[in-house]
């Protein structure tokens, strides 16, 4: 199993661009997580999904997208991206009620100029 | 305030040492979470507990539910001990993280 895979590993976009992160994990788990890290802050939950189809907003969901078509899938998107949108994002994943361990993808680093 | 607090921030020990990282909590938790990020960036759960303690080779993990506190210790310490120590707290069915600002441990030789 590859496990929980993010591309790209490291972007630049000037402001007012686009873009989509990419999240996809090969474990079957039903639940996947969209974090944001930033320089002396813990990481910060920005949008999750309990299943194919169903997403909610984390504690910072302003100024991104996302969907879940498919159970393996999870891109979340930034719309005119903002300088205050550098920073480095990961995608997570668990199975399911009763089995907690978040499994981390590698890491999307953002820089908005 | 912040919901899960660490101490120290920062720790350099010799090679050899034993390392104790403190977590604190001040909500409702289902779980709590101890997870390890190397200088790279990829993030690694070391950890999940309700209770009592947990060891993994030299790591050691407890935690006092009434006190709302957990401790990650490291016996024997090593080089490759270096990263960021991470502790989160898990709430509700969906598991929701809050995360600590991490713990960035430099182990000497």
């Known amino acids: 199993n590859a496990g929980v895979t993010q591309t790209p590993k490291f972007r630049i976009l000037k402001i007012g661009q686009s873009m989509t992160l990419q999240c996809t994990q090969d474990?079957?788990?039903?639940?996947m997580y969209w974090y944001r890290q930033d320089p002396g802050m813990g990481l910060k939950l920005i949008y999750y999904?309990?299943?194919?189809?169903?997403?909610d907003k984390g504690e910072v969901p302003n100024g991104y997208n996302v969907s879940r078509s498919t159970t393996e899938d999870f891109p979340l998107r930034l719309e005119l991206a903002a300088p205050s949108q550098t920073s480095v994002y990961f995608c997570?994943?668990?199975?399911?009620?009763?089995?907690?361990?978040?499994?981390f993808g590698p890491g999307t680093r953002l820089l908005v100029l | 305030k912040n919901e899960v607090e660490q101490s120290p921030q920062n720790l350099t020990a010799q090679e050899g040492e034993f390392i104790t990282i403190n977590c604190s909590y001040s909500?409702?938790?289902?779980?709590l979470h101890w997870l390890q990020q190397h200088p790279g960036g990829g993030i690694v759960s070391l950890f999940m507990?309700?209770?009592g303690k947990k060891k993994h080779g030299r790591l050691i993990a407890t935690i006092n539910i009434q006190e709302k506190h957990s401790s990650l210790h490291i016996t024997a310490s090593h080089p490759r001990d270096s990263a960021v120590y991470i502790c989160?707290?898990?709430?509700?069915?969906?598991?929701?993280?809050?995360f600590g600002t991490g713990t960035l441990l430099a182990v000497q030789p």
């Open positions: 999904s309990v299943g194919a189809g169903i997403t």
């Open positions: 909500v409702g938790i289902s779980a």
């Open positions: 474990m079957n788990h039903n639940y």
């Open positions: 989160a707290v898990s709430r509700g069915a969906t598991n929701k993280l809050i």
């Open positions: 507990l309700s209770s």
């Open positions: 997570a994943s668990r199975v399911g009620l009763g089995r907690e361990t978040q499994y």
